[in-house]
């Protein structure tokens, strides 16, 4: 099975801080896209940020940004300056054929 | 610009009962995916629909089927229910393959 690991259950930070949550993932296809979800205590998946495999340039939106690491299959996102409300579950997500494969989530707590 | 909306918002059924799940898409997509994600866990991909015919399937039983109406409007149905099958039920609706899937608010079914 082509899996998406998510190794931190759980991750802390200052507000103001900058905080990495990791994601690996296995995959033999060479056109494939990534994704990072997030999903606050409202339960709606929201996206965050978009990432294709063909393109070497890191994707960033606004205080989110990614490290894609494609040989290693490595797709971890950076968020800058935290806030209070970017607390939630986020997942990570590769995208190939018709349907999307989520890790097991990792729950991101803001410190005030 | 209406997001995609499920009902019902919360559901309790007990064993051996049917279920169906309603999802309007977001306005102009075309393509409805329906995912299962138990507490604690991502979600899990059942199966995805375009053009009134599932396009592909997750591992899931056939007591889970669907369907897809012209309006691109889509029903996720489950026959005989089992404990197991407690879980927020999520679907997406996308504009054409590898597009970023948007999310509805879920339905949470129970199952007593």
């Known amino acids: 099975a082509q899996t998406v690991t998510q190794s931190q259950p759980e991750m802390s930070v200052q507000e103001a801080e900058t905080v990495t949550l990791s994601c690996t993932y296995d995959?033999?296809?060479?056109?494939?896209?990534l994704f990072w979800y997030k999903q606050p205590p409202s339960r709606q998946m929201i996206l965050v940020i978009r990432?294709?495999?063909?393109?070497?340039q890191n994707a960033t939106e606004n205080r989110f940004s990614v490290n894609f690491q494609k040989a290693a299959k490595s797709f971890s996102l950076k968020i800058s300056d935290s806030q209070l409300g970017d607390a939630a579950m986020y997942f990570c997500?590769?995208?190939?054929?018709?349907?999307?494969?989520f890790g097991t989530g990792t729950r991101l707590t803001i410190i005030p | 610009d209406a997001g995609v909306t499920q009902s019902p918002t919360h559901l309790i059924k007990t064993r051996g009962q049917q279920v169906t799940l309603r999802c309007s898409p977001k306005?102009?997509?075309?393509?409805v995916s329906w995912y299962q994600q138990a507490l604690g866990q991502g979600p899990q991909f059942i199966f995805q629909?375009?053009?009134?015919?599932?396009?592909q399937r997750g591992n899931f039983p056939d007591r889970f089927s669907g369907h897809q109406f012209p309006n691109y409007s889509s029903e996720l149905n489950v026959n005989a229910l089992l404990l197991g099958d407690s879980a927020l039920y999520l679907c997406?609706?996308?504009?054409?393959?590898?597009?970023?899937?948007?999310f509805g608010d879920g339905t949470r079914l129970s199952i007593l």
């Open positions: 997406a609706s996308s504009l054409r393959i590898g597009q970023p899937q948007h």
């Open positions: 995959t033999s296809e060479s056109d494939y896209y």
């Open positions: 990432q294709e495999a063909y393109k070497q």
């Open positions: 997500a590769r995208h190939s054929g018709e349907k999307l494969t």
């Open positions: 306005s102009g997509h075309d393509t």
């Open positions: 629909y375009y053009e009134e015919e599932e396009r």
